[in-house]
């Protein structure tokens, strides 16, 4: 049965039993523990439950003489009594040692630690995330969505920890990639600290795990773990303004972008100025950098993006992107806009 | 006139009253008998509709990416799915069999209060239909969750009228059920019987009096949190409304604070069924009656303070967590000390397997793993992760159904004959049986699956990449095969009252007081009231060689 719920293969694992963090470990080693010994009672209720079923039953007619009537026992009630609190005492003991590990104080940056903090914040139904600090070093200005790129923390080498600091510009969400780690949620009027620390790269996935409203269900969650040489070629790209068109198409394209109302919820970092400054929706300065849109929904291409511009409702029943049917010539143009966004 | 009044026309014996006496006579009644037997029928037809729309979202599941039931719809499904098994079936069903039961098994003649009994059942059922009303109001029912958690309820995310439907409707109903609990605590403590102490109540009125205690401490809470709500929707306040500076995390706690006690009103007084039937089907008196009695004032106190285990997810300190944990599971040893004492009774018995047995080893055995899934749950670790998932779910429903719902069917079908004078179908009784049992773990067994492998609860669709559907398709089956039990419960209800076999005042040879008088009682319930000496006074009449009172 472990296996099985551990089977599945990355990245479409989402599966607490396939553990990839030090959380997610010691919180499966407790589960397995927990399981064990709840298994044990239940084995135990469940096997004289059967018993008696199969042995005392009136095989007479109702005219049999009644059963010895007994009234209880003092002894064997002190004794159900104290062996459960027993069981919940050394419970409890595991359950703090276990809630300890998980929920560490955050660490600063020392020789042999090199943390990275990053504000997420969620939005109905949208990650945002700012990347604040790395390894002490201060990244103020990197905003993105959707998805996170963390460095990997191999369990004998550098420790990365990653501390999220978690809010929320709406209603209440929660964080939560299975194979990383229990959830916390993001509550508005409240900053949550999580820790995430990821022992191999790859890509892990999750979902907004607290009921956030009409696209709750597509709200999904990408986290990229990589290498600490590709993190900080992440950083170094996502930390540049947003690529400056040359030729006389891209910047009539771009012009066409800016002349749109996508400005007043989407902000795209720019040398030139800052007119697309919104931030209502997700940053786009680098959106060609992330593999999808719509919250992890749908494929980052030309093809989607278009779809998604002209009718997020049909991708997204609910969400709080507006269509615009902004004809042939000009989506065309903003969408080859924004695939210059690398 | 004046020679009409003197001699009336001699009414024919056999012709029954016009339907529209009938209806008036249950409309305005103050009987504690027909009332139970209302607020029964009111949850039987909004069991219907919750499950009606349980089945809409487990076919929406069913693989991924279905657009069978819109994300809207489905939310709003999801949201009265929850508030009507709560609010509209699970109290009113419980409340319902202890108002018919009560007063007979402390050999009284009604319950304390019966115009506010009347005045309890009709407030809840106008509590419910209110919240139903917002199927006819600007952007439908509410979509924000059972426990409503802000400031999704708040008027810049729930822009219709659905909200408030729903918070005034559960506060006119919550109205309806404190009044219900305290005429249960005024009954139990003022109505007994002569030489009725509170140590000899039989077991299911020991149990009524400390949920109606529940129930009162915990109401409250619930009714100011709602009221709150609506001062917020309506009058402008700020108390939830995170962007004038309200809190999401004191509505967690309010609600929580009456949430996680709810669940013990909605099953304990399915322990006090289990022990009354499981007894009498086992032939032998209950097991440790007095540690039973004091587990449930056990499960009373320990249980007010648990609920923020709802809550570890919302990062409480880890000093809060633990201490939650540490009461969770302190509340799990009265619970054990329960279901052993139930054990014991059985162990050793001359089992009856007739239908009301069966529900109840069907409780016996089911419950206990809601139980131990609810241990598992404790540990806050291990709640980060599965919290908010399909874990919890398969969780709740293990309680609420293998816990509650068989202890309902199990009382109905050992109290049916007294209500009603005719034994309910025991081959229909058999088939609902096995089709709800096998539906059941069918159903919920699956959905511990999906949690553990990231399913969130609450979503309404997913990618066709998550490793989830296999798992929906056998809970939806498993929902397809629970379904006709449901049909066929309904349908044996309602043919048994001409068909059914004629019951006599006591058909299973029990002991309580109920069974001494006729099937079913008169409106005064007892010509004599009657005299006890112990907990089991049938069992004294029917034993006098070897009468309980000896040994108590």
Redesign the interface.
């Known amino acids: 049965m472990l296996a099985l719920l551990a089977a599945a293969t990355a990245p479409e694992n989402l599966s607490t039993f396939s553990p990839a963090s030090p959380a997610a470990e010691w919180t499966r080693e407790l589960f397995v523990l927990v399981a064990a010994i709840t298994g044990g009672i239940l084995l135990l209720v469940e096997g004289i439950l059967f018993y008696a079923l199969i042995r005392c039953r009136r095989r007479t007619g109702p005219a049999d003489a009644e059963p010895p009537q007994v009234y209880g026992s003092k002894p064997i009630e002190i004794a159900w009594t104290l062996a459960p609190l027993i069981v919940v005492f050394v419970l409890v003991l595991l359950v703090g040692r276990v809630l300890w590990e998980v929920r560490p104080d955050p660490v600063a940056a020392s020789a042999g630690v090199q943390p990275l903090h990053v504000t997420v914040i969620g939005h109905q139904w949208w990650w945002e995330y700012r990347y604040d600090s790395y390894d002490g070093r201060d990244l103020g200005g990197i905003v993105t969505a959707n998805e996170l790129h963390i460095p990997v923390s191999p369990p004998n080498g550098v420790q990365r920890p990653v501390y999220l600091n978690l809010q929320s510009a709406d209603v209440c969400h929660s964080f939560w990639i299975p194979r990383l780690g229990g959830k916390t949620d993001l509550l508005p009027g409240r900053a949550n600290t999580m820790w995430l620390q990821a022992n191999e790269p790859g890509l892990y996935l999750g979902q907004c795990a607290e009921y956030c409203g009409t696209q709750h269900a597509n709200m999904l969650l990408r986290v990229v773990v990589e290498s600490p040489e590709d993190f900080e070629k992440y950083l170094a790209a996502e930390a540049k303004p947003a690529a400056d068109p040359t030729d006389k198409v891209a910047l009539a394209n771009k012009e066409a972008f800016r002349s749109q109302s996508c400005v007043n919820c989407h902000t795209v970092r720019d040398k030139q100025d800052t007119r697309a400054n919104g931030t209502f929706g997700p940053d786009l300065t680098h959106l060609m950098a992330r593999k999808t849109i719509a919250a992890g929904m749908i494929p980052n291409t030309p093809e989607n993006l278009k779809k998604w511009v002209f009718s997020p409702e049909s991708v997204k029943p609910g969400c709080l992107m507006a269509g615009f049917d902004l004809g042939e010539k000009d989506m065309k143009a903003v969408i080859d806009y924004l695939t210059t966004l690398k | 006139m004046a020679t009409a009044e003197i001699e009336p026309t001699p009414a024919p014996a056999a012709s029954p009253p016009p339907w529209t006496a009938t209806l008036h006579e249950w409309l305005v009644t103050v009987d504690h008998k027909k009332i139970g037997v209302l607020y029964v029928l009111m949850a039987v037809v909004f069991l219907f509709l919750g499950g009606a729309a349980a089945i809409a979202m487990r076919l929406q599941l069913w693989a991924p990416g279905l657009t069978l039931v819109?994300?809207?719809t489905f939310?709003q499904f999801f949201t009265l799915h929850g508030t009507t098994m709560v609010f509209f079936v699970g109290m009113p069903i419980l409340i319902g069999i202890a108002n018919y039961a009560v007063p007979l098994q402390i050999g009284a003649r009604d319950m304390a209060f019966p115009r506010m009994n009347a005045f309890g059942f009709w407030t809840t059922f106008f509590g419910a239909l209110l919240v139903y009303f917002s199927f006819l109001v600007p952007g439908g029912p509410p979509?924000i969750?059972w426990f409503a958690?802000a400031?999704?309820t708040e008027n810049?995310?729930a822009r219709g009228p659905g909200v408030d439907c729903w918070a005034l409707g559960l506060i006119v109903s919550g109205i309806g059920t404190t009044t219900g609990g305290i005429n249960f605590i005024a009954t139990i403590l003022c109505m007994r019987c002569p030489g009725m102490t509170l140590r000899k109540v039989p077991f299911f009125v020991w149990v009524m009096f400390w949920t109606s205690i529940q129930i009162v401490v915990v109401m409250p809470p619930l009714t100011a949190a709602l009221t709150m709500l609506e001062f917020d929707r309506q009058l402008g306040a700020h108390f939830f409304d995170?962007?004038a500076?309200?809190?999401?995390?004191l509505w967690q706690h309010l609600f929580w604070f009456f949430g996680h006690p709810e669940v013990y009103i909605l099953v304990l007084p399915a322990f006090g069924m289990i022990s009354e039937v499981v007894p009498v089907f086992?032939?032998?008196?209950l097991?440790?009656?007095?540690?039973m009695a004091a587990a449930t004032a056990a499960i009373v106190f320990i249980s007010l303070g648990v609920w923020a285990h709802h809550m570890f997810?919302?990062?409480m300190s880890?000093t809060l967590?633990?201490f939650f944990?540490?009461a969770t599971?302190?509340v799990?040893?009265p619970t054990?000390?329960k279901?052993?004492?139930w054990?014991?009774t059985?162990?050793?018995?001359?089992?009856?397997?007739k239908s009301p047995m069966l529900f109840a080893?069907g409780f016996?055995?089911m419950f206990?793993?809601g139980g131990?899934?609810g241990?598992?749950l404790?540990?806050?670790?291990?709640?980060?992760?599965?919290?908010?998932?399909y874990f919890v779910v398969a969780h709740f429903h293990w309680v609420l159904i293998g816990g509650t719902l068989f202890g309902v069917f199990s009382a109905i079908h050992y109290w049916y004959p007294k209500v009603t004078g005719r034994m309910l179908s025991e081959r229909l009784a058999k088939w609902q049986f096995w089709l709800f049992l096998i539906g059941f773990i069918v159903t919920f067994a699956p959905m511990h699956?999906a949690g553990?492998?990231?399913?969130?609860?609450?979503?309404?669709?997913?990618?066709s990449?998550?490793?989830w559907e296999i798992w929906n398709q056998i809970a939806t089956i498993g929902a397809l095969i629970q379904a006709p039990s449901y049909l066929i419960f309904g349908y044996n209800l309602v043919v048994s009252l001409w068909k059914g076999d004629v019951a006599g005042d006591d058909p299973w040879?029990a002991w309580t007081l109920e069974w001494a008088t006729t099937s079913p009682p008169p409106p005064y319930n007892f010509a004599v009231v009657p005299v006890v000496k112990s907990r089991r006074p049938l069992w004294d009449a029917k034993?006098p060689d070897?009468p309980?009172w000896k040994?108590?």
């Open positions: 819109p994300p809207i939310n979509a969750g958690y400031p999704l810049s995310f995170t962007q500076g309200g809190s999401a995390y086992s032939r032998k008196v097991f440790g009656y007095e540690f997810s919302v990062g880890r967590d633990l944990v540490a599971m302190l799990s040893v054990g000390i279901l052993f004492n054990l014991a059985v162990y050793g018995g001359k089992l009856v397997l080893l016996l055995s206990v793993i131990l899934t241990v598992i404790a540990c806050a670790p291990i709640d980060f992760q599965v919290t908010d998932t699956f553990i492998l990231g399913m969130p609860r609450r979503i309404y669709t997913y990618g990449d998550r490793p040879d034993h070897d309980d040994y108590e």
